[in-house]
């Protein structure tokens, strides 16, 4: 025999009660920690795909869409940028790394990237099997990619114009898969990358077709005395006024290029720089109005439990003051009848709270069996925060707080008063 | 053993009740008499540790009990004294077996379930350990009530009107076994009441007026 036996057996003596205070907290908190374990995967997700990167320069047109597209890979292209304007920028004494992006295509809604080796380094990525890719139409590919579009090593496939599945097939080239790519916990899992001489043999015959698109056919550039490469990409000749790419990643030499490069690359009537860091921000403040109104709403239900508690245990409490008398009688002393209450209020919380975070990662888990979406972002429900703990301790706060009025009537019962007064 | 001298108390509103000089020996059984209102409950409390501030002297196995602080008196009232009261109160929410574990448990006594059974067994009460108490007869629960004032085994037990709601084959009953389980735990037994059918029961009576 001890209190918790006793408090536990005042709780399953009231199951409905009982049931119904754990439900209504379980939720509020179960709101709370899906939110809390969503943004901050989100958040983080966003910081590790853009780090690195301090400046996007891409076709002018939305800034969001530019690093939507460019970093996160989920927007479409603002445009193409000549190469030759592209160099311009990467030349700039400021920039310390520039790495080019050829947008365009996808297999399955996972993109083709065109770009260098410089890219992958970005996310630390290594490989799992295979090699990089080397020559033209090689890919290496993401983590995700092999896993959910099914690729092997050495499979063949041809791309689909667009980024969504059921585009124009380029059927002409087939991509050949060289290597895959340990999971990078990164956009990276769900990129096929290659070189960007590949995307423009892609297109080259898709510009053939349609008329209105002006591509010229690639030349298998043979380096002479007087060949001087380009920069960004070594087998073209600089200053090539053809060439297109879709961006270019930029990181700064130093904090002026943060300060300078913005307004130079602006100042540019074809060009666009749009910072990661100052996009994203404005991203989370638009999305934060709906995070904000959720929050609001978990905390309504918390107060509401809090309450609900604070008046079952007064209710309780009148019921049993015959309880408390003869509890009295037998030798409990008053701090311990006080400790009683607080431990039953502190009980419903801590058990309330512990199923909504159950209840939060478990919602969390299905999401991320059911919806691939929130795969492709990286987002489970196994991961646990800190903050996870200042919810539990939080909620066996409101418990004793919600338990308190009721314990210290419970401290003050008068027996006499009560035994005597039938 | 239970010694009151010069014992008066003041409800704060109303005028100090006095009572009379009582001294009841070890393993005595006592009979407290009065009408309502004679103060029967008040004297009954007051010897019992569960009422305060009275004035005058009241000693339990030579302890002045308003000398102790409030948790030693618990603590004193937990493992000398037993209670039966009118309405049995017994903790709803809980099994026989886990009433009666709470007496020990609050006296901070370590808990015996050889001698719950024990208890229940001297009582009727054999195979009712695990029932609810809310699924026993108003004659099981009062039984249940007597053996958690005996089962710690107390040197005084008090009981407050344990027989007036009863008929007299139950009246003569309670009394009886009440009786028996005090003499078998060689506890002293006071009982307060205005029943007279309980004058015939128990010789020492003191009568209040």
Not at chain 1, 114 to 124: E, H, I, S, V
Not at chain 1, 283 to 307: Q, T
Not at chain 1, 350 to 378: N, R, Y
Not at chain 2, 5 to 14: A, C, D, E, Q
């Amino acid at each position: 025999m001890n209190l918790i036996i006793l408090v536990w057996n005042y709780l399953k003596a009231r199951p409905l009660n009982t049931a119904i205070n754990i439900i209504l907290l379980a939720l509020g908190i179960a709101v709370i920690a899906i939110l809390l374990l969503f943004n901050r995967q989100l958040e983080e997700k966003i910081t590790d795909n853009a780090r690195g990167i301090d400046l996007v320069v891409g076709a002018k047109g939305s800034p969001l869409q530019l690093i939507l597209c460019n970093i996160f890979h989920i927007d479409f292209p603002t445009g193409n940028i000549k190469l030759a304007e592209a160099e311009r920028i990467a030349r700039n004494r400021l920039v310390k790394k520039a790495i080019p992006l050829a947008l365009g295509d996808s297999y399955q809604s996972y993109r083709i990237v065109g770009t260098n080796q410089a890219y992958a380094d970005l996310y630390k990525a290594t490989l799992a099997q295979g090699a990089w890719w080397k020559k033209d139409l090689d890919v290496t590919i993401g983590a995700n990619v092999a896993a959910l579009a099914g690729l092997k090593l050495g499979d063949a496939f041809a791309s689909a114009h667009g980024l969504t599945e059921g585009g124009h097939d380029h059927e002409e080239h087939k991509y050949v898969v060289t290597g895959i790519m340990a999971p990078t916990n990164s956009v990276l899992d769900n990129l096929i990358l290659t070189n960007i001489e590949s995307i423009w043999v892609m297109h080259e015959e898709h510009g053939d077709e349609n008329a209105d698109e002006t591509h010229e056919a690639v030349h298998d550039v043979q380096p002479t005395a007087s060949f001087k490469p380009s920069p960004l990409i070594p087998s073209i000749a600089a200053g090539d006024s053809v060439k297109e790419v879709t961006s270019v990643l930029i990181q700064y030499r130093s904090p002026m290029g943060a300060i300078q490069l913005p307004r130079l690359v602006n100042s540019q009537s074809s060009l666009q720089a749009a910072s990661p860091a100052f996009e994203t921000a404005r991203l989370f403040s638009i999305l934060g109005v709906g995070v904000e109104i959720l929050m609001g709403f978990a905390y309504v239900l918390i107060v509401i439990s809090g309450l609900s508690i604070f008046i079952a245990l007064y209710n309780s409490l009148k019921e049993r003051r015959y309880d408390m008398a003869i509890m009295r009688s037998m030798g409990a002393s008053r701090s311990r009848l006080l400790i009683s209450i607080l431990l039953e209020g502190g009980l419903l919380t801590l058990f309330g709270s512990a199923v909504g975070l159950a209840l939060g990662h478990g919602v969390l888990m299905l999401l991320a069996g059911m919806v691939e979406e929130t795969q492709k972002a990286g987002i489970t429900g196994m991961v646990f925060y800190t903050q996870e703990w200042i919810i539990l301790v939080g909620s066996l706060l409101l418990g004793l707080l919600c338990a308190l009025i009721p314990a210290i009537q419970a401290y003050r019962t008068d027996i006499s008063r009560v035994l005597a007064g039938n | 053993m239970i010694t009151v001298s010069n014992l008066s108390f003041n409800y704060t509103t109303s005028a100090a009740i006095r009572f009379p000089e009582i001294e009841v020996n070890a393993g005595e059984h006592c009979l407290l008499l009065g009408e309502s209102g004679s103060g029967k409950t008040t004297l009954l409390h007051l010897m019992g540790g569960l009422l305060r501030g009275y004035s005058g002297s009241v000693k339990l196995d030579n302890t002045e009990l308003s000398q102790l602080s409030e948790t030693a008196l618990d603590r004193f009232r937990g493992r000398h004294v037993g209670f039966v009261f009118q309405k049995n109160h017994l903790i709803s929410a809980l099994s026989v077996r886990k009433n009666l574990a709470m007496s020990p448990y609050l006296a901070g006594l370590p808990v015996d379930q050889q001698r719950i059974v024990q208890v229940l067994d001297d009582l009727g009460l054999e195979g009712k350990a695990d029932h609810r108490v809310t699924e026993l007869s108003h004659g099981q629960a009062q039984r249940v009530a007597i053996a958690r004032a005996v089962l710690n085994k107390p040197s005084i037990i008090f009981a407050d009107e344990p027989t007036s709601a009863l008929d007299d084959t139950n009246c003569d009953r309670v009394i009886r076994l009440l009786i028996d389980a005090a003499s078998q735990n060689n506890a002293t037994l006071v009982v307060a009441t205005h029943d007279h059918r309980l004058k015939n029961k128990i010789t020492r009576q003191i009568q209040l007026r």
